[in-house]
């Protein structure tokens, strides 16, 4: 078969001349075709090509630009990553039209283009596996508590680029529900490019998931994670009711909630607020998401790179849920789990809209095209299911381009969000969340007030969480990665931070660092906070054993005793210390001479130690789980820091 050329698919001239260029052209013509959630019209932007090297270089000079972000930018951030050298392209627009979403596809050429589905580069046998392995090899060992690992539908095609960008944009504006942004982008190589960066990108979906959006300085993330899968015979209100009475997706969600306020505290001043939830419904797949909002600061490149990269598509802790994904994907993702960022002249600062690449179709050199998906792994995972969330991700673009069969249109589709019990259901999840998070926040006089409190971060950016926990309660808190500490004994109080690993491993630099911060802290008689991965270190150090829980507690609320009282707090670990009878004190290890009071839950795990300006605890009190948790943590500073008593954290 010859290629088809562009001329075949040659549409009537329409009154819109920059859409009409748009179809007529042969290919050399850089150009993004958008329709934003809500929006009646679809933006055609013509432009020029530039390719940057980091964000901060993405050159916002007046003009909008769209720039399409790869995977590889998180070694901006110092992340492993497979680097396979795909550029950060940007498209200068120098022209611009809205088009009426009706003359839009009366325009578009007819859909679908000729296509040879080909089938998933791993098999489901392949991918099962890779899934048990993360569940058992990275989960169960306390790598994380979600990872996401994707793979790649393919298929082949003869159609030109701009013909089949636009038939596929038609085509999901047609059959696609619930999306965010749909899209089309084409932006040839600049002509000095080689290698990777020396092709033409070319790209077309249907994101659901706003990653960050930045308009007068209010910044809003949107978390978007569990998935109900529609049957074949559509959804309906039984269904969607049971996937939202579903543990493992409510927990899904939690999780991801967790992470992007994570990025929201080191984004904004003021912290983070949660508002939701909402149900998402698209064609073949519903969701569950939140809004996350707050006020910020930062040049909106700035905050992109604070927030590289969404963990509904990476995992978390972010950082080493980029390293397990090298681990475990033997490819690089290109630009899947990356973001299309339009940036626009907002008075004398840009607004960003940027989201996520997912349920996005790629068109490579010598036609080949890709869709690729991944799935949320979590401890209660089943492989199986894990290997359909996957067909099920990747059908809706699929379906839409007329390579798998297509189900009922979106006008036969039932709204899940009017089906009763739906609502009631939503709010439902909000039982579990802290109220500190959801409520506007500020800063609370105290005894605390003007203490300085360094907080070292092992690798987790719940760190940043705690710091805006702490400023609430009236300290001056900074968070200092574990390998830049000069040192831990010029604040009033030391906050020893979470991270991924096993705290029995004194082979692992960071497990050193905290050992030894440790000793630094209790020999001088310096006020000193341990949480999760460091109350595990300190637990172990003061003669208490530690071991693999039979379940890992990722992305749990317990309601667990805390000296005494009944506290509801949000857990993350997959090792715990447990209770012994501790003999003698060893006269070397000024940790055991301090007799630390423990305070365990119904299994035996320790929840906290707390001794004589020492204190420490299990739980994650920041996180958005722990209803009590900001009581906990005021209660644990004030008596390491030897401050006024409050009330009892209670439940």
Known sequence: MSAVPSSAFASTPTSHPLLDRVLAS???LPFALLRREGDTEVEVLVGDVVDADLLRDIPLDGAPVLAVVPFRQARERGFTVHDDGVPLRCIVVRESERVPLSDAVAALPPEPVAAEPLGFDIPDDEYAGTVRRVIDDEIGQGAGANFVVMRRFEARTEAAPVPTLTSWFRALLTHEIGSYWTFAV????????????????SLAGATPERHLTVHDGVARMNPISGTYRHPASGPTRDGVLDFLSDIKENEELFMVVDEEMKMMSALCPDGGRIVGPYLKQMARLSHTEYLLEGRTTLDPREALRLTMFAPTVTGSPMENACTVIARHETRPRGYYS???????????????????????????DGGRVSVPAGATLVRHSVPEHEVAETRAKAAGVLASLGLVPRGAGPDAVVDLNAQPGVAEALAARNGQLAEFWVRPQEAEASPLTGRNVLVIDHEDQFTNMLAHQLRHLGMNARVVRWDAVDDVLADDLVVLGPGPGDPRDHEDPRIAAITRRIHERVTAGRPLLAVCLSHQVLAGLAGFPLRALPTPRQGVRLDADVFGTTAAVGYYN??????????AADADNPVARLALEPSVDTDGVLTALRGPRVASVQGHLESVLSADGLTVLDALARHVL??????SPAH
């Open 26 to 28: 042969d290919g050399s």
């Open 186 to 201: 084409h932006a040839p190589a600049p002509s000095a490019s080689a290698g990777p960066a020396g092709e033409p990108l």
């Open 338 to 364: 990356g973001f299309l960022a339009l940036f626009e002249p907002d008075g004398a600062s840009y607004s960003l809209d940027a989201p996520i690449l997912i349920r996005t179709a790629y068109l490579h």
């Open 574 to 583: 997959t090792f715990g210390a447990q209770l012994t009878t501790i003999t």
């Open 642 to 647: 030897e401050v006024g008593a409050t009330s």
